[in-house]
């Protein structure tokens, strides 16, 4: 157990050391010259040459390189160009807080509705309220967030005010966001849900339940759903990812301060610094959550861990 | 004139049938392209026609300076139609190309292959095009199909990845072996056509995902498509995103124009989810 822990960690690690160095060469490969970019044609060669030096890039690469990591590693991810009196950890810092909210109510919106519509859909199998429910997951995969988020908008605060209007900071601002950003997360996690608590019901121990006498509904909940439960969970965090980079569009939507506004707004403001440390941040925390859902599959369930 | 529907192998009579919608969609979706701009007002400045609600002049209003909406969404059609073809036939080319060598060859080149596309992966998509778009100053076509391919292609070559891994060691790739047929001729003549079938139903359903992309990158207001002045050439023009984007900024007095384009957008992604769902049927077995 010891030693497969370990197996995992480190390569979890190498990852994100390949994330953090494919982030490093992005923006020195790329052609052109990055302080062209932020100070434009007309600079002074000695502004030039100032910036070059706070950047690093006046060192040799590696030492470039080891500059980066230990600006990674010390949290501060470098300096911002904008704002040079603060670090890009501390500008990071100050909104994950709001993302995280908006994410986890999306996720627990998401699981709300899934499970108990899957489990119905399931339950129900080959019925009209299947196949509304399979009606109602394929509509909300295809439609995407840009357009739901002004819709519902439209529907909840204009047509019929009854939810704050985008920018407004009055309790139920997050009800809109969580929505647009749960949908196709609740789509998915509905089919999902589906589709495992089928397989759960066809096995031998559902039917030895039944024939003890248990009902319908207990087997339903305390049988087929709790086995379901776990590929619905992997599925869930398997799309965390998706969620994450959806705050970047809800959050524009909704004029919302978070890690998405910051990332655009950084990239409109050519603080390069910042717009690496944001992909920097999304992408670490995407590593280290699926590490975290692997051991959890793991523990909750031994036949996985043989098979790796 | 009737698209030519082509029955795949083992595709029912149903199959072809239930085709039909999503097909009709996507045909409605390029003849809006290839036509609207012929009979559609011109884009002109028209300051006073800013914002009108839709008419017998303008069908589904105007959006700021007098922009006739239909012709805008026309024009963004023939944009993401573009966008959408050839980023996903180089996505497919990539993925297949270097996930069937990946799988075929095993051993070290797969390992690094293998390193690569988990690498490309611990980014969410519009996280990685966003960031590889913030490192040109004025993003052009180039560009922007660049990022969409770059995160693209992923998906693709785990596919290939996976079925030249099995299909390594059928009997029949093993015949071709033993008859002395070389790598490329095993390659192209017996794996490929084996994994075509899969790459065709993942792309289909891809297509709407990358006219999806386009769109929502141009609603942030990254690449070429995210400028709503009307350039020059036949792809210039603002993205759905783009018009999506202005309809937004004026929802509370002028919803039609966020209306029109957001319908295009959820249009096009759910025909071409419909067409993979009937592909996935039609030929995938499992």
Known sequence: MAGYLARRLSRALLTAFGVVLLVFLLVRLVPGDPVDGILGEQASPAQRAALRERLHLDAPLPAQLAAFLGDVVDGSFGTSFRRPDRTVGSRIAEVAAPTLRLALASLGLALALALPLGVLAASRRATRTDRWVGLLAAAGLAIPNVWLGPLLVLAFAIALPILPLPGDEAPGALVLPAVTLGTALAATLMRQTRAATLEALGQPFVRAARARGLSRGVVLRRHALRSALLPVVTVAGAQLGGLLSGTVVVETIFERRGLGTLFVEAFFARDLPVVQGCALVIALSWVFVNLALDLLTDALDPRAQEAS | ?286
Request: aromatic share 6%.
């Open chain 2, 1 to 286: 004139m009737r698209p030519r529907v082509t029955r795949p192998r083992g595709a029912t009579r149903s199959t072809r049938a239930s085709l039909r919608g999503p097909l009709a969609l996507l045909v409605a979706f390029v003849a809006l392209g290839i036509a609207l701009p012929f009979v559609a007002p011109e884009p002109g400045f028209a300051l006073r026609e800013s914002f009108e609600p839709p008419s017998a002049a303008h069908w589904l209003g105007t959006a700021d300076n007098g922009v006739d909406v239909l012709g805008a969404r026309a024009r963004g059609a023939r944009l993401a139609a573009f966008v959408a073809l050839v980023v996903t036939g180089l996505a497919v080319s990539l993925g297949a190309a270097l996930g069937t060598w990946a799988g075929y060859a095993g051993g070290r080149v797969d390992a690094f292959v293998g390193a690569l596309m988990d690498l490309l992966q611990a980014f969410p998509a519009l996280v990685l095009q966003v960031a590889l778009l913030a490192l040109v100053e004025r993003p052009t076509l180039a560009h922007l199909v660049l990022a969409l391919v770059l995160p693209g292609w992923v998906i693709y070559g785990r596919l290939a990845r996976a079925e030249a891994r099995t299909l390594r060691t059928r009997p029949f790739v093993e015949a071709a072996r033993a008859l002395g047929a070389s790598t490329p001729r095993v390659l192209f003549r017996h794996v490929g056509p084996s994994l075509a079938g899969p790459l065709v139903v993942q792309a289909t359903s891809g297509i709407g995902g990358v006219v999806l992309a386009e769109a929502t990158l141009a609603f942030l207001g990254l690449g070429p498509g995210s400028s709503l002045a009307a350039g020059e050439g036949a792809l210039a023009g603002p993205s759905w995103g783009a018009l999506l984007d202005q309809g937004t900024a004026v929802l509370l007095r002028f919803p039609h124009v966020a209306l029109a384009s957001g319908a295009a957008i959820a249009a096009t992604v759910l025909a071409f989810q419909l067409a993979g769902d009937i592909a996935r049927d039609a030929l995938d077995p499992r």
